[in-house]
């Protein structure tokens, strides 16, 4: 139990479909995180909030639009999506995004598998 | 940039020690050590992070080199439950990145 739960674990949707991924951490933390995760290649950092406030959007594409609406919930909200997106979505969370010295860990949850038909 | 290298699959017999090694040559003087693990089906998991000197916790035991040019995850008993992917990372303050890499996948043979 890491203290951040993701749900739904699997996820499969056409490519006209609306959806949303949901995150939530009961560690107390300020900053929450997506990442993308495909096969055979490195996390990539999708989109950064602190404090409720987006910090960082990695050139996401539109038809991932994230949402915080607190320091403890995080959304993806999913539209329009291609085949190239399935992939592990991953959560994370640490302490506070700017005053890292690079000594916070980032804590994971387990993931949405989402596939696109 | 991945500034971290691994060899990328290692056996250890169960209950014996796991010693993964990674080299970080360029590392600066303000950057962590990090490593975490992935389980198959998982998000990954945080394991031990350290700067210069050596580190222990419930998990595992850091080591990192004097010249701080590479370091080693020492897990003491490793279980059949520590198979896993396992990542070590050099993080650059401030910012949050976490570059994962391809890792070393750990296999525990019984």
């Known amino acids: 139990e890491t203290g951040v739960t993701q749900t739904p674990r699997h996820l499969v949707m056409g490519m006209t479909n609306k959806k949303s991924l949901k995150c939530e951490q009961h560690l107390g933390h300020n900053a929450m995180y997506w990442y993308k995760q495909s096969a055979k290649k490195p996390l990539e950092l999708m989109f950064v909030?602190?404090?409720?406030?987006?910090?960082e959007n990695n050139s996401v594409p539109s038809r991932f639009s994230p949402e915080c609406p607190n320091s403890s919930h995080l959304f993806l909200h999913l539209h329009t999506l291609q085949p190239e997106d399935s992939a592990l979505y991953l959560c994370?969370?640490?302490?506070?995004?700017?005053?890292?010295?690079?000594?916070?860990?980032?804590?994971f949850g387990d993931g949405t598998r989402l596939s696109i038909l | 940039d991945a500034k971290t290298t691994q060899p990328p699959s290692m056996d250890c017999a169960e209950g014996r020690a796991a010693n993964l090694p990674c080299n970080h040559s360029t590392i600066s003087g303000n950057e962590y050590v990090y490593w975490y693990r992935q389980i198959h089906s998982q998000g990954p998991q945080y394991i031990i992070h350290g700067l210069k000197n050596n580190e222990t916790n419930e998990m595992a035991s850091l080591i990192i080199t004097e010249d701080r040019k590479s370091s080693t995850l020492i897990l003491p008993h490793a279980t059949l439950r520590d198979t896993a992917v396992y990542y070590c990372i050099v993080r650059v303050p401030p910012g949050n990145q976490f570059y994962f890499g391809t890792g070393t996948s750990l296999t525990v043979i019984p």
């Open positions: 909030y602190n404090f409720k406030e987006q910090t």
């Open positions: 994370a969370s640490s302490q506070d995004f700017f005053r890292d010295r690079g000594n916070q860990p980032q804590h």
